[in-house]
């Protein structure tokens, strides 16, 4: 009897894994390729400025001092504060927010990607500025710049989905739990019945949405971290 074979597993990034898995959707084994993609996506203003960034002459590069190992260093730096920021739970200020509205979860995202956005983009920018001035690098800082202007609006439209996503997610969630069960009062010391009873532990599946939050924005820093990744590579190979 021959052997089953297991289906080849789908390369794809691990954002987009994640959010398939969250919304129970599968990811195509195959779609358009890059350039096909791509040509859907640029309009003719888009393609000129494209062309012009690939075939013609750069402006002369403006002098300035060695920047790359700062470079390196806020690139570490700026990545490792937004992630210990969407690590922290206080961010979340979970304690005052029960389990019954998604609203405090969606500002926490909304407000965590937006910080995102403007921290990446001020040190892709700076980035492109240190690659104009190495002769070598200034046509890659160009092409970033057109590429950027292109595809930041489609980004933008598809990341504004993800707190949807999440949303569905906590409902999800919510209703597979079921009603929740009223809870006793945690009993106070004898003598002292004017004691505050503390608050009832979160529900099992408010840990394991909070869980999800953290993963789908660790996930989206690094999609939004990729362009930063591959200009600071190419500053450490000149």
């Known amino acids: 009897m021959a052997a089953v074979q297991a289906p080849s597993p789908v390369q794809a990034p691990a954002f987009t894994r ?3 898995r969250l919304a129970g959707a599968e ?13 859907q996506w640029l309009d003719w203003n888009r393609a000129v400025g494209l062309s012009r960034a690939l075939d013609g002459r750069l402006p002369d590069p403006v002098p300035t001092a060695s920047a790359r190992s700062d470079d390196m260093a806020d690139g570490a730096r700026v990545r490792a504060s937004l992630a210990e920021a969407i690590g922290n ?13 998604f ?3 969606r500002r926490y995202a909304l407000a965590t990607q937006r910080a995102m956005q403007a921290a990446s983009g001020r040190l892709r920018g700076q980035l492109r500025e240190h690659l104009a001035a190495v002769p070598a690098l200034a ?23 993800v707190p949807r996503l999440l949303e569905a997610r906590f409902e999800q969630l919510r209703a597979s739990a079921g009603p929740p069960v009223a809870e006793l009062p945690h009993a ?16 099992p599946w408010l840990a394991v949405f909070r869980g999800d939050l953290k993963d789908v924005l660790l996930a989206e820093l690094d999609v939004r971290f990729h362009p930063i990744e591959g200009l600071l590579a190419a500053l450490r190979s000149c």
């Open 89 to 101: 739970e206080r961010g979340l200020n979970l304690a005052a927010t029960a389990a019954a509205d």
């Open 139 to 161: 046509r890659l800082a160009e092409v970033d710049a057109v590429m950027e202007q292109t595809l930041s609006p489609r980004e933008a439209n598809v990341l504004a989905g």
């Open 27 to 39: 990811i195509p084994a195959s779609g358009p390729a890059l350039a096909e993609r791509l040509g």
């Open 18 to 20: 994640l959010l398939a």
């Open 188 to 203: 106070v010391a004898a003598g002292d019945a004017g004691a505050m009873a503390l608050p009832p532990a979160p529900a």
């Open 103 to 105: 609203a405090p979860f």
